[in-house]
């Protein structure tokens, strides 16, 4: 199994403004999943982080607005730019492991 | 297109038995999730077929049938803290990508 740290777990924002989201996993992984959960929903993939290229995005989430570092094949961080009250949701970041998905503890953010 | 459905919402009574469904039409195939959320929390892996069939696990049961696009998550012996979201997932042959449902909220009453 694979133990993933991820903060902030909570933040409130001023619109116009940007937060970056940092996950730690305590093993080696190839990918890292980036995915958001508004409220009352399931989770909606934003983007696949791989080690040493540019991260791939779902339709509808673009590198300007959610930039994407993946320096190392333990830690990847998520930004979201720019931000408005319509970003107010739970970012996750989840790793897999033999087919089983990993999740951080969330970061639940508020956009005021 | 891809879709999963599940149930928004389901309520059983403690110490009961409930099956929640799952239908899926995604751009191949390569296993079925099933995953326990509480309110507030991350989801938590339950189980994975990638074989038609029942897996059972403790309390837990899924099964899965590929031919129709249909798994179903079994819980016996209902307990109050099974009260949580269940998310029903598919893994696509494409880009390794999770797809998950909605989810049901199962309400457990005493």
């Known amino acids: 199994s694979a133990v993933i740290s991820q903060k902030p777990s909570r933040d409130i924002c001023q619109r116009g403004t940007s937060l970056t989201i940092q996950c730690q996993v305590d093993s080696q992984v190839t990918m890292m999943f980036w995915y958001r959960q508004q409220p009352g929903q399931s989770l909606t993939l934003i983007a696949t982080?791989?080690?040493?290229?540019?991260?791939?995005?779902e339709s509808g989430f673009v590198i300007d607005k959610f930039p994407i570092s993946r320096p190392n094949l333990t830690f990847s961080t998520l930004t979201v730019s720019n931000m408005s009250p319509e970003d107010s949701s739970i970012y996750l970041c989840?790793?897999?492991?033999?087919?089983?998905?990993?999740f951080g503890q969330g970061t639940r953010l508020t956009v005021v | 297109g891809q879709n999963i459905d599940q149930p928004t919402e389901m309520t059983a009574t403690e110490g009961a038995i409930v099956q929640i469904n799952c239908t899926y039409q995604?751009?191949?195939?390569?296993?079925l999730f099933w995953y326990q959320q509480h309110a507030g929390e991350a989801p938590t892996f339950l189980s994975y077929?990638?074989?038609?069939g029942l897996e059972e696990k403790g309390r837990f049961s899924s099964f899965l049938s590929r031919s129709k696009g249909y798994s179903y998550l079994l819980l016996k012996e209902l307990q109050m803290k099974d009260s949580a979201s269940y998310l029903c997932?598919?893994?696509?042959?494409?880009?390794?990508?999770?797809?998950f449902g909605a989810g049901t909220r199962l309400f457990v009453k005493a």
């Open positions: 997932a598919v893994k696509n042959t494409g880009g390794f990508k999770t797809i």
């Open positions: 995604t751009s191949g195939f390569n296993g």
């Open positions: 077929n990638v074989l038609d």
């Open positions: 982080a791989n080690q040493g290229s540019e991260a791939t995005y």
């Open positions: 989840s790793v897999e492991d033999r087919a089983e998905a990993f």
